[in-house]
């Protein structure tokens, strides 16, 4: 099992950005798709955004296509998301995850995750 650290989450203000990061330790995650989820109060988890193992493949929840990106660097077994233009909607608990081998971006969506990070809060004021 990978363990999966996040950071980078903090108070910002609408139509600001934040980048969120994921260092992963334990093993390589090198051939793994990453993705993100979040969960706001009172709400299930919801995926965010996937990538595939190289990077080439990625996939996004309408809410945020446009405003976050996600990108990886395996050399440094990290995975990032790049947030813009922020919405109050955005505020959640946002998690790192780990799929399986050579999954495709959009897997996410209907397999379940290998591992999981602790998580780190972001809040988005109006």
């Known amino acids: 099992q990978a363990q999966l650290v996040e950071s980078g989450g903090g108070l910002v203000q609408a139509g600001g950005s934040l980048r969120l990061s994921c260092a992963a330790s334990?093993?390589?995650?090198?051939?793994?798709?990453m993705g993100w989820f979040r969960q706001a109060p009172g709400k299930e988890r919801e995926f965010v955004a996937g990538?595939?193992?190289?990077?080439?493949?990625?996939y996004y929840a309408d809410s945020v296509k446009g405003r976050f990106t996600i990108s990886r660097d395996n050399a440094k077994a990290t995975v990032y998301l790049q947030m813009n233009s922020l919405k109050p909607e955005d505020t959640a608990v946002y998690y790192c995850?780990?799929?399986?081998?050579?999954?495709?971006?959009?897997?996410?969506?209907?397999?379940?995750?290998?591992?999981w990070g602790q998580g780190t809060q972001v809040t988005v004021s109006s």
């Open positions: 995850a780990m799929g399986g081998p050579y999954w495709s971006a959009v897997s996410f969506v209907s397999n379940d995750v290998a591992s």
């Open positions: 334990g093993r390589t995650i090198s051939l793994n798709a």
């Open positions: 990538i595939n193992w190289s990077g080439v493949d990625t």
